[in-house]
């Protein structure tokens, strides 16, 4: 059993950063992929961006990519995701999910077995 509890969430005005944590407990942290989604009101929970179980690949959704950074710490058992240049259109609730199935980072929510509980993310314009 997996548990993950994301914090870093806030209000921001529009250009500003915020950086997302997201502490990690069970498992082999080091042996599964990790990922970030939204979801915002009335919207399908959406992917933004993945990383390997190594650290060593990872991969974002258009409308970040270039923006967003995710990246992990094994021996901390932590996954962050570090947001610049935020646009109001980013605001959601943010999601950390566990792919313990696999090694490899993978963008289909199916895949992932486990999530945390959300951190609200809010962008002013």
């Known amino acids: 059993q997996v548990q993950l509890v994301e914090s870093g969430g806030g209000l921001v005005q529009a250009g500003g950063s915020l950086r997302l944590a997201c502490a990690a407990s069970?498992?082999?942290?080091?042996?599964?992929?990790m990922g970030w989604f939204r979801q915002a009101p009335g919207k399908e929970r959406e992917f933004v961006a993945g990383?390997?179980?190594?650290?060593?690949?990872?991969d974002y959704a258009d409308s970040v990519k270039g923006r967003f950074t995710i990246s992990r710490d094994n021996t901390k058992k932590m996954v962050y995701l570090q947001m610049n240049t935020l646009k109001p259109e980013d605001t959601a609730v943010y999601y950390c999910?566990?792919?313990?199935?696999?090694?490899?980072?993978?963008?289909?929510?199916?895949?992932?077995?486990?999530w945390g509980q959300g951190t609200q993310v809010t962008v002013s314009s």
């Open positions: 999910a566990a792919n313990t199935g696999r090694r490899s980072m993978a963008t289909l929510r199916t895949l992932y077995d486990f």
């Open positions: 069970g498992g082999i942290f080091s042996f599964y992929a």
């Open positions: 990383i390997s179980a190594s650290g060593g690949s990872t």
